[in-house]
């Protein structure tokens, strides 16, 4: 099976700040990865697929970048909504797998 | 508006059985696969099945192989989760999510649906 190592495990920021969510595959997935954003009591939402293209109705303050092993989530300007927990998925093979998650809270 | 909509949890007893439904409306859902997603309290997720558009092909992984079974109903836009010899670790929400291909990441997600495994 393929590991996803996602870190940090938790995140505190400011409004207006720039965040960084890792996430890194046990080996190639050849950017068979997707983001998730999940907000508390809620199911989680696609935000990213393919490493980095943007899923409809996503704001643009949002991307994604890596290749091979190492994949990444920026948001920019982070907004008081984007207070949640954000996953990484592998679905280059079977089984899939998720990173254990990065909750992210405001300073 | 792509929409699923699970139902069927509840609390069981170890050992029991319980069958989850997804209702799917707003895209075609014969072209789709269709996949359950578990999420326990305060962890993270976890895939759990897939079926795909037309039901002849089935994947799970280790932990529910042989335990659970995934099947679709394509004129009902219906998918189910079937549930066989419940363990406490099977406590968990769970969700139904849309993949368009094979290998594909889950673009649309059901609002979940509690099951609690408890003696």
């Known amino acids: 099976d393929i590991q996803m190592t996602q870190s940090p495990a938790s995140l505190s920021a400011s409004l207006g700040e720039t965040v960084t969510i890792e996430c890194r595959a046990s080996?190639?997935?050849?950017?068979?990865l997707a983001w998730y954003q999940q907000k508390p009591g809620k199911s989680p939402q696609l935000l990213i697929y393919n490493a980095n293209s943007l899923h409809t109705g996503v704001p643009s303050r949002f991307s994604g970048s890596g290749s091979g092993t190492q994949y990444s989530l920026k948001i920019n300007s982070l907004q008081s909504e984007d207070v949640a927990s954000y996953f990484c998925?592998?679905?280059?093979?079977?089984?899939?797998?998720f990173g254990a998650g990065t909750k992210l809270e405001l300073k | 508006e792509v929409q699923l909509v699970e139902s069927g949890g509840g609390l069981v007893q170890p050992g029991s059985p319980l069958k989850l439904s997804c209702a799917a409306s707003?895209?075609?859902?014969?072209?789709?696969?269709l996949n359950w997603i578990r999420q326990a309290p305060g962890k993270g997720l976890e895939w759990v099945a897939s079926i795909n558009p037309d039901g002849s092909s089935t994947y799970y992984p280790d932990t529910v192989k042989g335990r659970f079974v995934v099947s679709k109903d394509n004129a009902k836009n219906t998918g189910y989760l079937q549930m066989n010899n419940l363990r406490s670790e099977d406590t968990a929400m769970y969700y139904c999510?849309?993949?368009?291909?094979?290998?594909?990441?889950?673009?649309?997600w059901g609002q979940g649906v509690m099951v609690t495994v408890s003696s």
């Open positions: 707003g895209f075609t859902f014969s072209s789709n696969w």
């Open positions: 999510a849309r993949t368009r291909y094979y290998g594909y990441y889950f673009d649309y």
């Open positions: 080996e190639d997935i050849y950017n068979g």
């Open positions: 998925q592998q679905y280059y093979d079977y089984p899939y797998t």
